[in-house]
């Protein structure tokens, strides 16, 4: 694998894009029209330090041709990003794992409003490595075990896992009381995209989506629930809890978007991953991580 052309900094890896096919005078104009949201002034002042390059390393200028299919590397700055004033722990790490109990709010990779204040940031800053990269996501409103690979050349065996559904997740939520079924019981639905790209939603059809919902104990008008989805669709537990009229407590997509709460951390979403459990590819070991959380 040939390393990229500017080395992670400060815990990131360097951003890439393919040129399109369109017609600039610059590299430069290309910039500032690919990108609006910064400014000439920003692009010109990265340029001179040196931090926008080609896929073969070498430096661009503000003036430098675009070629169709050119590889340009740069690094993403913010200006202010949020403090998430929640830690990590680290519950397991071997040459090729890392295992990481996540605090909500904090999201896994960069992307949008958040660069440093994620967790794959944090992880590599802290233990220097730059091979990291998650084999699965939680939501950033999501807490709990999430396993990480840190080498290159074993990733796909622990990948393979996800996609071939021979991980056994265990979830807990804390929901309103669910009255008139017996537990446990699967809920499955048809799950499409929804209007909103951030959000999912039931339509008729074969279904696609699987849950086994038990309940664990009741808190007054409200319970916890252990949930073990046998699917992975995106938002599937927050959807088909609140289909069954009991959404999940402090969610704040489903079943109504809400405004954007911004940086209000008070009211985190009540689910967490709580277990995660797989026999090792590698050494054939049965294998089982829990999160030290509680709702």
Not at 80 to 101: M, N, S
Request: with cysteine; aromatic share 10%; net charge neutral.
């Amino acid at each position: 694998m040939t390393a990229p052309p500017l080395p992670m900094r400060d815990g990131v890896a360097a951003s890439y894009l393919w040129l399109p096919q369109g017609q600039w005078p610059d590299m430069l104009a290309f910039l500032v029209e690919r990108y609006p949201q910064i400014s000439a002034t920003q692009w010109l002042d990265r340029m001179a330090r040196g931090e926008v390059v080609d896929g073969d390393g070498q430096v661009l200028l503000p003036g430098s041709a675009c070629r169709r299919g050119m590889r340009i590397f740069y690094y993403r700055e913010l200006e202010r990003e949020t403090p998430i004033p929640f830690q990590e722990q680290i519950l397991f790490e071997d040459e090729h794992l890392l295992v990481v109990d996540k605090p909500h709010f904090l999201p896994m990779t960069p992307g949008g409003r958040f660069v440093q204040e994620t967790l794959l940031t944090r992880l590599k800053k802290k233990l220097d490595c730059a091979d990291l990269t998650p084999v699965h996501r939680l939501d950033r409103e999501t807490a709990g075990v999430v396993i990480f690979s840190r080498r290159p050349s074993s990733r796909g065996a622990y990948q393979t896992l996800f996609q071939r559904r021979e991980i056994h997740k265990v979830y807990e939520a804390l929901a309103p009381r669910l009255h008139g079924h017996d537990f446990p019981f699967t809920y499955r639905s048809r799950m499409v995209d929804g209007d909103k790209f951030f959000l999912m939603r039931e339509e008729a059809g074969e279904p696609n989506s699987e849950t086994i919902i038990d309940i664990i104990e009741e808190r007054g008008e409200l319970a916890l629930y252990r949930l073990q989805p046998h699917t992975g669709r995106k938002h599937q537990l927050r959807v088909h809890l609140a289909a069954l009229g009991i959404p999940i407590v402090n969610d704040a997509f489903y079943p109504v978007a809400l405004p954007c709460k911004q940086d209000d951390m008070s009211q985190p979403l009540q689910l967490m991953a709580r277990a995660i459990s797989f026999v090792d590819p590698l050494s054939g070991e049965q294998r089982q991580f829990d999160s030290r959380r509680n709702l």
